[in-house]
């Protein structure tokens, strides 16, 4: 009983690596059991208050990432595991891979006028402002710091608006389509301002210039390869589906749908831009349609098969996510303002979308809608973290944890406003 009396505070001042020598894959088990622990009693916790299980993954691991300024260091060195990175960064696939599978082609043009303009408006409008709170609270920081933070603020997250739209029972309103079809052209836009972002600082960190001319190359590239691989995958996934099904071998429909998402995030890494790219274009080409040899013998969809996968990889992204913000940033100057202003043009760039919807929809509801930045808005902070143009940080851990209190706000925040909004819409005009 002594000697465990002594042992007791040697073990709260060490971090859990010092209890995993030996097998290398010994660390990765013990760490992955602490992440995933985290994730659903956060989830969980997020879910009975309300939220996305999302927005609880991510506070369980800013839980964890920030237990060493309460003196419990268990966790130090979780956020930089090369291996947990590496799990985090193909989770990041996955998650875009299903985020595109849960929307097709066909639903991206038939969402209309009034969801495209809504969409452009959602996406151009927070960039510039991005840009120019960047610019005017860190005034030496490089264009390409302004250009990416306001990259972080375009994107809507279809995951989050989806399901507070399904839990209010408003899913099937016109106003509800219009959120949903601009969210999806949002984060298409998103990624192709993604892909122009990283081409024009990759560029710049080996030392090219990059004119007007080659702007415009960037963004064709960006575009085409989307347009390209779209293209393509709605001829030749038919066939190759149809092949596979002939297949007798367990797990065939998901093997193949996995193998196109990696092709494609390996062929998008290949033209220059991020992989996630390729992986949101390889689950948009990707439609029930196709699953027929699978669904006709009884086998479950992709969707249905990819579930699980995602289950246990993009937990592991959004915990990690938590883990590497450093709340202790918030005590350097400006850092607090700067997550401030990030949150407040963040909300004012998406309620600019209500202005542009046709006149006797509801445009409060629509400009609230599309207010959650999600996962994606974290996505672009992480790629961020990565690059450096001169010696110069594009996302520092400052600028990472401003970010992470924009997309927790700005999450938070969009159920009950919503809910809110369509309450006093419903008042004087009560749903058909």
Not at 96 to 112: A, D, I
Not at 382 to 390: F, K, M, R
Not at 392 to 399: D, G, L, Q
Request: charged share 10%; net charge neutral; proline share 5%.
């Amino acid at each position: 009983m002594r000697c465990l009396t002594r042992l007791l505070p040697l073990l709260a001042v060490l971090p859990l690596a010092a209890f995993t020598e030996g097998d290398p894959i010994a660390h990765v088990a013990l760490y992955l059991a602490i992440i995933l622990v985290a994730a659903k009693l956060g989830g969980d916790l997020a879910v009975r208050a309300g939220q996305s299980a999302v927005l609880g993954e991510l506070i369980a691991g800013v839980a964890l990432g920030n237990a060493a300024l309460l003196g419990v260091p268990w966790f130090t060195g979780i956020a930089s595991d090369t291996s947990i990175d590496m799990l985090a960064r193909l989770g990041v696939l996955i998650l875009l891979f299903e985020v595109g599978l849960e929307s097709t082609v066909q639903q991206m043009l038939k969402v209309g006028v009034a969801a495209t303009v809504v969409a452009f408006t959602g996406v151009a409008t927070p960039f510039a402002l991005g840009w120019m709170v960047s610019a005017w609270l860190m005034p030496h920081a490089s264009p390409y710091v302004h250009m990416f933070l306001g990259a972080t603020l375009t994107a809507t997250s279809v995951g989050i608006t989806a399901r507070v739209l399904q839990d209010l029972g408003r899913a099937q309103q016109q106003e509800a389509r219009i959120i949903l079809g601009a969210a999806v052209i949002d984060d298409v836009l998103g990624l192709v301002i993604l892909g122009v972002a990283t081409g024009l600082i990759g560029a710049a960190a080996s030392g090219r210039q990059v004119g007007a001319g080659g702007l415009v190359v960037v963004v064709a590239k960006a575009g085409a390869f989307l347009v390209g691989a779209i293209a393509l995958g709605v001829w030749a996934m038919p066939r190759v589906l149809k092949a596979a099904g002939a297949l007798r071998a367990p797990s065939v429909l998901i093997a193949t749908g996995l193998v196109l998402c990696f092709l494609l995030a390996w062929l998008s890494s290949v033209v220059g831009l991020a992989p996630i790219v390729g992986a949101f274009a390889a689950g948009l080409i990707l439609e029930r349609v196709h699953y027929q040899p699978f669904t006709a013998r009884g086998e479950h969809g992709l969707e249905d098969l990819i579930h699980p996968v995602a289950g246990f990889l993009v937990p592991v992204f959004f915990v990690l996510m938590g883990m590497r913000t450093d709340l202790g940033a918030f005590t350097h100057a400006g850092v607090v303002e700067l997550a401030a202003a990030l949150t407040l043009v963040a909300v004012i760039g998406k309620l600019a979308c209500g202005l542009v919807i046709p006149r006797g929809l509801d445009r409060l509801s629509v400009g609230i809608g599309m207010i959650p930045r999600g996962e994606v808005g974290l996505i672009f902070a992480n790629i961020g973290l990565g690059l450096v143009v001169a010696g110069e940080e594009i996302v520092t851990p400052a600028i990472y944890s401003a970010v992470v209190v924009m997309v927790i706000v700005t999450t938070m925040m969009t159920p009950p406003l919503l809910q809110w909004s369509f309450a006093r819409r419903s008042s004087v005009h009560p749903p058909a």
